[in-house]
């Protein structure tokens, strides 16, 4: 247990770091991919610490790290969308979102849901030593892998339940594939299957980002030039989407991974 909790200690310290460098070049706008990097940095966190909420009381740093991954995620589809913009060729459009972002840039490194995360991050190596010293953290290793099962059952019942939102879905692969990541001693996926979820999500994410620009359509009239364009690429994306998911089935199959039969009443 301690080999695995010096792990879990070095991925907080590796991802403070990683987010300090990517708020500093968020702060001096040198990138397009800063905020980007938070944000991933931030995911990355709170699937390190979802398993031992619990178990340490770190509940108040998943929820730091969840409040600001609420806050950053308008900044974020802007960002993308102003980049969208661009590489179709509507400058114009593009130009006008660009002005936005400064501002919202600057609201994000003075919010106190980052501040608040970065405090909180600082000290709690610390008071992961303290726990375990006192005795707190003796089923670690089964509590972070009866976790990972429930996510990768959930997600295979959701994969073998016909018309199940992708919306949803999008959300439980990425959840499975950062715990995995998070934890990959524990994690019983195959190569196959983490290479699987990685095409999923690429696939899931491309269709979500242009279905939500064509929702956006309503709220800013002036994209309307680019409905029909988008609506084809959300279809295809979808399409890619399916294949993947199907193919994602089929890795977590060989895995022993199957969908749950409901409990009885």
């Known amino acids: ?8 200690i070095a991925s907080l310290i590796e991802l403070n770091v990683a987010l300090i460098h990517a708020r500093l070049r968020l702060e001096a706008g040198t990138d397009d991919e800063a905020l ?17 909420r ?5 509940s108040p740093l998943y929820n730091a790290a969840s409040e600001f991954g609420s806050l950053s995620a308008p900044v974020r589809d ?40 970065l405090a909180l991050l600082d000290v709690w190596p610390a ?12 089923k670690l290793k089964s509590l972070v892998s009866s976790r990972l099962h429930k996510q990768i ?33 524990l994690c019983k996926l195959s190569k196959r299957s983490i290479a699987a979820l990685r095409a999923t999500q690429s696939a899931l994410g491309d269709w979500h980002d242009h279905f939500q620009w064509c ?22 994306a979808l399409a890619t989407a399916e294949a993947s998911l199907q193919d994602l089935t089929r890795a977590l199959k060989k895995d022993g991974h ?8």
């Not at 247990?1 to 879990?8: E, G, K, P």
């Not at 979102?97 to 106190?112: I, Q, T, W």
């Not at 008071?127 to 003796?138: K, S, V």
Request: with cysteine; glycine share 4%.
């Open 1 to 8: 247990m301690s080999r695995m909790l010096d792990s879990v």
């Open 36 to 52: 980007h990097d938070l944000r991933i940095g931030v995911r990355r966190l709170r699937s390190l610490l979802a398993p031992l």
């Open 54 to 58: 619990r178990v340490a009381d770190l």
């Open 78 to 117: 802007l960002e993308v969308l102003a980049t969208e913009l661009e590489q179709r060729g509507h400058a114009d459009l593009a130009a006008s979102r660009r002005e936005r972002l400064a501002e919202r840039h600057a609201a994000l490194l003075d919010s106190r849901e980052l501040e608040r995360l």
């Open 127 to 138: 008071e992961l030593r303290g726990a375990q010293h006192d005795g707190e953290l003796r």
């Open 153 to 185: 059952q959930r997600l295979a019942s959701a994969l073998a339940t016909p018309g199940y939102d992708r919306h949803r879905l999008r959300l439980l692969v990425k959840r499975v594939r950062y715990a995995c990541e998070a934890y990959p001693q």
């Open 215 to 236: 929702t956006r359509i309503a709220r800013e009239p002036d994209l309307e030039p680019l409905r029909t364009l988008w609506q084809q690429c959300a279809d295809e």
């Open 258 to 265: 199957r969908a749950r039969a409901p409990s009885p009443n």
